[in-house]
């Protein structure tokens, strides 16, 4: 599931980095588009990262249960 997110990402920079080489020929509206998507991805990656943590402290509260 992880190694699919970091693809995601991966992809996304591939968009990007052409985008920020027109940044001066573009306008406002495409910077709004960009920075919206953006802040999309990265409110995925914070959802993923509370999730991989929340399964690190089960994991770990499991763990001390059994001993």
Same mark, same amino acid.
């Given at each position: 599931?992880?190694?699919?997110?970091?693809?995601?990402?991966d992809v996304e920079t591939?968009?990007?980095?052409?985008?920020?080489?027109?940044?001066?020929?573009?306008?406002?509206?495409?910077?709004? !588009?960009?920075?919206?998507?953006?802040?999309?991805?990265?409110?995925?990656?914070?959802?993923?990262?509370?999730?991989?943590?929340?399964?690190?402290?089960? !994991?770990?509260?499991?763990n001390q249960k059994r001993?």
């Amino acid at each position: 599931m992880f190694a699919l997110v970091f693809v995601v990402f991966d992809v996304e920079t591939v968009f990007l980095y052409p985008w920020a080489m027109s940044f001066d020929v573009s306008g406002v509206s495409v910077f709004m !588009e960009a920075l919206i998507f953006g802040l999309s991805q990265m409110l995925v990656q914070l959802c993923m990262a509370k999730r991989s943590i929340g399964m690190v402290l089960a !994991e770990y509260s499991d763990n001390q249960k059994r001993k």
